[in-house]
């Protein structure tokens, strides 16, 4: 696997080479594409560090093209950079990524590119989840208003996404819970688990990592709500449970 994804690297950098100067649409194109697989491998070999360098380099060489397939190369890298910091725990860096995503696009009316400003909501609102989290006992009053800022910026996420993502509904979930509305986080869970993007197994196990981030004496009666609603997903897919379970 770590072999393969070094040859990979090497033929990214390549063609990078070859073509880096290329003024034709279609070959610089080819080149933003090279750059951002050789981000996103870096990122799979836990090189979050090199992958921003190579997003930034995606962004000093495209940040200003006028093209649309370029401008949404340029919103899916600004948004691979924020996920690369969330790894680092730099919350406060990946928050002004996705602002300057919604900067940039937020007024987009193309659907590639409103999918990258609902990730870049989503992506601040995990953020401020987690913040909320990290202050959880010190300062509660600071943890509500992360959690008041988190629940704005996770529905800008769900207006923004023509099928919003289950990561975005399960955020919303675990905010509402936290905020002490449980009936609200229940109803999103739900919607997050039947969601066709990142729902099901997948959501599941992602908020089963995210409880172990900065984890708090809530999360523990979190994890039996999911767990209970897991159960009644599954179930339900095999077809012999209402999902509105109570």
Known sequence: EHKQSEAAITSFDELIRRYGEAPE???REQVARALINK??????????????ATCDEVIRR???APELALRELVALTLVSKSNNQIKLNQFE???????EVIHRFGKAPEVGLRDQVAAAWNGKGFCKLLLAKACWNQDPGEAQRFLSDALNDLGQAIGHGPQPSGM?????????????DAEGAQEDFVQALNAEEDGGKTLYEAILKDLDIHPISEDTDLRVLLQRLWQAHSNNQ?????PQLT
């Open 25 to 27: 649409t279609g070959l």
């Open 39 to 52: 981000g996103v491998t870096q990122s799979k070999l836990n090189q979050f560090e090199t992958s921003i």
């Open 62 to 64: 495209f940040g200003e």
């Open 93 to 99: 860096t990946t928050i002004a990524t996705c602002d």
């Open 168 to 180: 975005v509904w399960g955020n919303r979930a675990y905010v509402r819970y936290l905020q002490g």
């Open 238 to 242: 095999q077809g012999d449970v209402d």
